[in-house]
């Protein structure tokens, strides 16, 4: 395999470590992919804004960022998993489903990884240098076209419980929720805790330090990322 599983992460050569060198040129144009189910393929623009080729090697996941991209069983071809993008070129991913049975009641999820590999510089060929692979995971949503309501209002059907000194926010929606922010407002003062996903039909438990209970009726403030990956903020209260 072109890429080892060590090289997913990064890749060193040094002895002596004087010269730091490397800079990500890879963008991706997409903040997150979904993939309808009655679409015959997605496709993902990347762009070389750098001022070298780079060579890129690309796969799909489903869930465990450790995984060798060579034994990892996913519902989807993409296609080139490995090309070289010249300077302020592009190139285009394409992902087809293969069709195999997934959910039909609500999302599924898989992640996207796109691995960066700068060129050497031929420039500190002589000098110890640390030179990085820039690797980028996208969510990749697979989104049965006939789902109820829309995933763009998703975060503001969250539900949430006052639990202890934390809160419960449940989802009823089909669709993933990707939350930015969770604030609680007692008293005139803002508590946040750590935003993180909240999966179709789940429930997930947000903590904040330093609050001993929550009274009900109070403020929630919740930041959320729609299928464009612009932040969208809503207001709750507690139960």
Request: aromatic residues 10%; proline residues 5%; negative net charge.
């Amino acid at each position: 395999m072109l890429i080892s599983r060590f090289l997913q992460l990064l890749f060193i050569s040094f002895s002596i470590l004087s010269v730091f060198s490397t800079q990500a040129s890879v963008v991706i144009n997409n903040t997150r992919v979904v993939y309808l189910d009655n679409s015959k393929e997605v496709s993902v623009k990347l762009n070389n804004n750098g001022n070298k080729p780079v060579l890129v090697q690309s796969w799909i996941d489903s869930g465990d960022p450790d995984q060798n991209p060579s034994t990892i069983q996913v519902p989807f071809i993409l296609t080139p998993p490995i090309n070289r993008i010249d300077s302020k070129q592009g190139q285009t991913l394409r992902i087809f489903y293969t069709g195999e049975e997934l959910s039909t009641t609500e999302e599924s999820i898989f992640w996207l990884n796109v691995l960066e590999i700068p060129a050497k510089n031929s420039d500190l060929k002589d000098k110890n240098t640390l030179q990085l692979a820039f690797r980028t995971r996208l969510k990749l949503f697979f989104r049965p076209s006939d789902l109820q309501g829309d995933a763009n209002d998703a975060g503001k059907n969250l539900v949430w419980d006052v639990i202890g000194s934390g809160l419960k926010a449940t989802n009823p929606t089909p669709y993933h929720v990707s939350l930015t922010r969770v604030s609680i407002e007692i008293n005139d003062k803002s508590y946040d805790s750590e935003a993180v996903m909240v999966y179709p039909n789940k429930s997930q438990i947000f903590n904040f330090s330093d609050l001993p209970a929550i009274p009900s009726g109070s403020k929630i403030i919740i930041n959320y990322l729609d299928d464009y990956g612009a932040t969208k903020s809503f207001e709750s209260i507690t139960q």
